[in-house]
């Protein structure tokens, strides 16, 4: 038999001592609960639609003092064209656009102007073409915030 030592035994009882407290389970953490968080951002609400009506679109080729445009029907190959817009309401920058199409549904021409009113007004928009117009039928459409507006205008480049 083989004498084993004092001081052996006790770090037999140690080690083993240890190697249960280590296998032993973790009590769960106590997790505070959440601080007060600040209140979820309001939802994003569409801005309210323009509250502007085209009353009246014109094509011509001047424009007078008062922002009027005279109908012309038939315009000259080297004049330029001025589709008018006459709204009534409010509109804070809000979008009109002309597009002249040619007789063939060729796009001739598209501007963009922005609309800032609070009762009648009118916004003209120029089409020029130095080397001049084809000859033909366009149709002139009006757009107001991205919706079709007005009446479509017919006129003919002779």
Known sequence: MKKTSLSSALMIAVVGTVAL?????KEAEVVPPPAAS????????????????????????TVGADQSVAPVAILGAKDKIVVSVKTSGT?????????LTYQDGQVAGEQ??????????TTNIEFTKPSGW????YTAEVTVDGKAA???QQFEVK
């Open 134 to 137: 084809p000859a033909g039928k």
């Open 150 to 152: 007005g009446m479509p």
């Open 38 to 61: 600040t209140p979820a951002p309001a939802p994003m609400v569409e801005a309210a639609p323009a509250a502007v009506s085209v009353t009246s679109v014109t094509v011509g080729n």
């Open 21 to 25: 407290v280590g296998c032993k389970k």
């Open 91 to 99: 509109a804070s920058n809000v979008n009109v656009a002309a597009k």
């Open 112 to 121: 963009n102007a922005s609309l800032n009113t609070t009762d009648a007004g």
